[in-house]
């Protein structure tokens, strides 16, 4: 992959997580000047599926990422912005509680709100809270029924990968995607695992592979260092 497939993986990537919608080259050359003609970024799309970057989901539609291309994207452009507003938000949720449960499954609600996912939280073995599902039923991923059926067999699931990444996380957020994703491998996860006084698990956003990756990376980073100032 030369440097301008690259510029251009990267124009796919995000216009999907943003649009959820098949990238073509015509809008690819309505919206960026890459100062190159048509017929050279249909050759370079051509060339990243070729290498497996991305794939045409329908006759006549444009490209979407691959689990390839995501992993791509992430080892070049992830950017993961510092989020004031967001910090203080967690920081309120957090309030001026110990490390309780209750505490822990506001702070939960408020990752949901940010960003958009569902997210996964448990306190120990087999103690586990799940906020924000309806998130992952509203994506125009899983309107397929196929896809809901799928969908509703891995939230059955949550539970056993929760206990598995607990063996297996450090502090720091961790991103599986596809089928490295032990929630389902139609989905993204980013994931931790965080400690407080008297309780330690795992809290993660869980959501489609076209999830904002940096974003997600970033909130629960921030999380992390929440915890460790608010109940430490």
């Known amino acids: 992959?030369?440097?301008?497939?690259?510029?251009?993986?990267?124009?796919?990537?995000?216009?999907?997580?943003?649009?959820?919608?098949?990238?073509?080259?015509?809008?690819?050359?309505?919206?960026?000047?890459?100062?190159?003609?048509?017929?050279?970024?249909?050759?370079?799309?051509a060339a990243l599926e070729e290498d497996g970057y991305i794939c045409q989901p329908h006759v006549s539609a444009g490209r979407i990422p691959t689990e390839a291309g995501y992993h791509a994207y992430l080892n070049r452009f992830l950017n993961a912005k510092p989020q004031p507003t967001a910090r203080r938000k967690l920081e309120r949720a957090c309030g001026e509680e110990s490390a309780s449960e209750d505490a822990l499954k506001d702070l939960a609600r408020e990752l949901v709100a940010?960003?958009?996912?569902?997210?996964?939280?448990?306190?120990?073995?087999?103690?586990?809270?799940?906020?924000?599902?309806?998130?992952?039923?509203?994506?125009?991923?899983?309107?397929?029924?196929?896809?809901?059926?799928?969908?509703?067999?891995?939230?059955?699931?949550?539970?056993?990968?929760?206990?598995?990444?607990?063996?297996?996380?450090?502090?720091?957020?961790?991103?599986?995607?596809?089928?490295?994703?032990?929630?389902?491998?139609?989905?993204s996860s980013v994931v931790m695992r965080y400690r407080v006084p008297q309780a330690s698990g795992v809290l993660g956003l869980v959501g489609p592979m076209r999830m904002n990756y940096g974003r997600n990376m970033q909130l629960l980073q921030t999380t992390q260092e929440v915890l460790e100032e608010v109940f430490s």
């Open 114 to 187: 940010l960003s958009g996912e569902t997210v996964v939280l448990s306190f120990g073995p087999r103690r586990v809270y799940y906020a924000g599902l309806s998130n992952l039923f509203q994506k125009p991923e899983f309107q397929d029924l196929a896809l809901l059926q799928m969908l509703s067999l891995n939230i059955d699931q949550f539970e056993n990968a929760l206990i598995e990444l607990a063996e297996l996380l450090a502090d720091e957020p961790r991103v599986f995607i596809g089928r490295q994703n032990p929630f389902g491998n139609q989905m």
């Open 1 to 45: 992959m030369n440097e301008r497939q690259e510029q251009l993986l990267k124009i796919i990537v995000d216009s999907y997580i943003e649009r959820a919608e098949p990238v073509g080259s015509a809008f690819v050359v309505d919206n960026f000047d890459l100062d190159v003609s048509p017929a050279t970024i249909r050759n370079d799309m």
